[in-house]
């Protein structure tokens, strides 16, 4: 604590008496913060206490427990193998990997449209901009809720299993989802899923060589061409090894379902769609703000030097809009996920229904409550530390 | 960075008080602080026609309903004075742990797991009924052993929940769940085809059929009952006063029952020469005040709300809308479960 004293002067020391230590600001500071965190610690710990204590007065079960009981309950849709042997814990894992595929996609596609209505919003064509104008106000506008509920309905009332639209003869939509077929399952999918990783990798680090090798010899090597061969070309050689099977399981209607293919639920769809689409309002709104935040000068300036447009896109505007975008992006990344437990009102088996369930099954309703809680804060913490990290990438980097 | 960090201490303190104040309940005496409300706070179902339902005129009614005015009328003499507090099956067990509601009469299931890990205790069942299943009548299902393969809809967090899984694992089938919470959703998912299947409890089934399709010809009943479901009513562990009433108020309606008394003719039956009725209507002894209340706490019951086959007879009886056997819900004399203890 040497550096208490503010005012500290080599040489000559002044006296430490107990006035100057209260005069002294940083040693002021020091205090409230101290005595700030002991107050919210003091708080925690009496609260905490106290609903230990009132669980037991009350009888009511506490503790983690219960995650390695038998739930005794099933999941509609799990990605991982599940049944009603297994423990509530993994239960809990299985609605955190459906909240994971649904906010996933839901990020993607909220993405890709929010990009193109928010470039359609500044369009020189009246009547694209005019659509996207109507688009970003009705889905931007009304409640999240009200619309996942909405494309719940709208897919609840397509024709039943027994008079199924068949799309392309691939596939079939009723109101239990669209089946589709897709290639059977084969031991060289996963060596195939090994090699798209691979392809990525090697693409990248293709890249970064190639940024380098610009750098310190100026000579400019195009890695597009040979960044797709990779990607697409060694998953293709993976499967060409493997025998090049090409057997299909196509849906067939069997019983009260479709037997085969894979089918997207209902639930699943509604979902996606609804907080998706919400989302891409925002994000169209974050993107236009972003494009017409490059000052028009630079682009005009760009364009009298003879770029063509696209080039003006990608290396006058865009960089400079990046910056712009990335952090109200993020947010808006985060609000997706947590609107994804909009799940329980149409039945996705996502991490708050579960938990529901198991709260209902186990009583221990603050354990469940405090496990969701945990676990949405960890995946919103680690998006944004992932975006904060692509915002350091794209943010004006000074040299 | 001061100033921020006074606002974040304040958040903290509001949200962890705000997850505490799940664990501020009075436990202690319920009886005295129903007396002091004037009222009684009952837990029951926000729409299972024949059991707890708003009807047309805005008031509760239902067979569960009935029983939460019958404790009203044990604890005031005015079966009235009761406010119904609407529970989802999520909502139902901390409200009555956390004492918004004094008393749970929402189609709850007595079992091992809610009796001691939730802090309950439960009263004598008041329904005895079992998992059923409703099926679209033109698809062919005639047992549950057609459902392999099945989609089926069903409410989380019940017993029929972990039934279902129970059912089909025992029998070797498949089916794929579809858990919604809300009912109107859940049923709207079965009726449009979503699920092959409905599951709730049995006597709960021809409520939706009547009420919630459009056409109560397309669906059928399953045969057959698949599990044990005793209904009863539940209160906090750890307030015997307050548990023995509710107790005994069912045993009441059920005695009322077997001893022939009903509304009408409970004034006369003041008159009869049989202890055990003497004894139920409060002529001698003083069994009331021994539970907290006054003498005439039965007659109140009976005069009020009725006796067991009246309030059955109201709400599940011949020509009512939920039409349902009494079926195991009869006297142990005439073989069935409603037993009731003696008020002696």
């Given at each position: 604590m040497t550096h208490i004293d503010g005012s500290d002067q080599r040489g000559a020391k002044p006296r430490q008496t107990l006035s100057t230590l209260l005069y002294s600001k940083s040693f002021r500071t020091a205090v409230t913060q101290v005595v700030m965190a002991a107050v919210v610690i003091f708080i925690g710990l009496f609260l905490y206490q106290n609903v230990v204590e009132n669980l037991r007065a009350q009888n009511i079960a506490t503790g983690f427990g219960f995650l390695e009981q038998t739930s005794q309950f099933d999941i509609g849709e799990k990605m991982i193998t599940y049944s009603a042997r297994d423990s509530y814990g993994r239960a809990f894992v299985v609605g955190l990997l459906n909240t994971l595929s649904v906010s996933a996609a839901g990020i993607f596609l909220a993405t890709l449209i929010g990009f193109t209505v928010g470039i359609s919003r500044i369009s020189s064509n009246w009547l694209l901009s005019k659509v996207a104008t109507g688009y970003v106000e009705i889905v931007r506008n009304i409640p999240v809720i009200l619309q996942?509920?909405?494309?719940?309905?709208?897919?609840?009332?397509?024709?039943?299993?027994?008079?199924?639209?068949?799309?392309?003869?691939?596939?079939?939509?009723?109101?239990?989802?669209?089946?589709?077929?897709?290639?059977?399952?084969?031991p060289i999918h996963s060596t195939m899923g090994i090699a798209l990783v691979a392809g990525i990798v090697l693409a990248i680090l293709g890249s970064i060589w190639a940024r380098r090798h610009r750098e310190s010899t100026g000579t400019y090597v195009n890695m597009l061409w040979p960044s797709i061969g990779l990607v697409i070309g060694l998953p293709v050689l993976a499967w060409l090894f493997g025998g090049a099977p090409t057997a299909i399981s196509y849906p067939v209607q069997k019983g009260f379902n479709f037997q085969g293919g894979v089918t997207i639920s209902p639930e699943f769809t509604a979902l996606l769609i609804g907080i998706a689409l919400y989302a891409s309002g925002f994000i169209a709104e974050i993107v236009r703000a972003g494009l017409q935040a490059t000052p028009k000068g630079q682009i005009e300036a760009a364009r009298s030097m003879g770029f063509r447009p696209w080039f003006v896109t990608r290396y006058v505007v865009l960089p400079q809009a990046l910056r712009v975008i990335v952090p109200p992006l993020t947010s808006q990344y985060v609000s997706l996920i947590k609107n994804s437990s909009i799940a329980v009102v149409v039945g996705y088996p996502d991490l708050v229904n579960i938990g529901n369930t198991v709260m209902n099954q186990t009583g221990q309703a603050v354990e469940a409550i405090a496990v969701m809680m945990l676990v949405y804060l960890t995946i919103s913490l680690i998006t944004s530390t992932f975006m904060n990290f692509y915002n350091r990438l794209v943010a004006i980097k000074e040299r | 960075m001061n100033k921020d960090f006074k606002l974040k201490t304040a958040l903290c303190a509001i949200g962890l008080a705000t997850l505490g104040s799940a664990g501020f309940a009075d436990s202690g005496d319920t009886l005295a602080s129903v007396k002091e409300r004037g009222e009684v706070l009952c837990g029951v179902h926000p729409a299972r026609h024949g059991f707890a339902a708003p009807n047309s005129k805005g008031h509760w009614d239902g067979f569960e309903v009935d029983y939460c005015h019958a404790i009203a009328a044990a604890v005031f003499g005015d079966a009235d004075k009761v406010r119904f507090v609407a529970l989802s099956s999520q909502q139902r067990f901390p409200a009555i742990q956390s004492g918004e509601v004094d008393v749970l009469v929402r189609n709850v299931t007595a079992t091992l797991g809610r009796d001691t890990a939730l802090g309950l205790n439960f009263a004598p069942p008041i329904f005895y009924t079992g998992t059923g299943f409703l099926v679209h009548a033109d698809s062919g299902v005639k047992t549950v052993e057609d459902l392999d393969g099945a989609t089926i809809c069903v409410?989380?967090?019940?017993?029929?929940?972990?039934?279902?899984?129970?059912?089909?694992?025992?029998r070797g089938m498949d089916y794929t769940p579809v858990v919604i919470e809300n009912?109107?959703?859940?049923?709207?998912?079965?009726?449009?085809?979503?699920?092959?299947?409905?599951?709730?409890?049995?006597?709960?089934?021809?409520?939706?059929?009547?009420?919630?399709?459009?056409?109560?010809?397309?669906?059928?009943?399953?045969?057959g009952i698949f599990s044990k479901e005793p209904l009863a009513a539940a209160v906090r562990q750890g307030d015997d006063q307050w548990y023995d009433l509710v107790k005994w108020v069912t045993y009441a309606t059920f005695n009322a029952e077997e001893l022939g008394v009903t509304s009408e003719n409970a004034d006369d039956m003041k008159s009869s020469d049989n202890v055990d009725i003497q004894s139920l209507l409060g002529v001698t002894g003083d069994y009331g005040s021994k539970l907290g209340v006054s003498e005439d706490w039965a007659y109140n019951v009976i005069t009020q709300v009725g006796n067991y086959a009246e309030i059955y007879a109201r709400h599940f009886g011949p020509g009512s809308p939920v039409e349902l056997d009494r079926d195991l819900n009869t006297l142990w004399v005439d073989g069935g479960l409603l037993y009731g203890f003696p008020i002696k």
């Open positions: 996942v509920i909405f494309w719940s309905v709208l897919l609840r009332n397509l024709p039943n299993a027994r008079n199924a639209v068949e799309v392309y003869g691939v596939g079939f939509l009723t109101n239990r989802g669209l089946t589709f077929a897709v290639p059977a399952t084969h | 409410a989380p967090g019940s017993t029929t929940e972990r039934n279902v899984a129970q059912i089909f694992a025992t009912n109107k959703q859940l049923v709207d998912a079965y009726v449009t085809g979503r699920c092959d299947a409905l599951t709730k409890d049995k006597a709960a089934l021809p409520g939706v059929r009547a009420y919630d399709t459009e056409n109560p010809a397309e669906h059928v009943l399953l045969p």
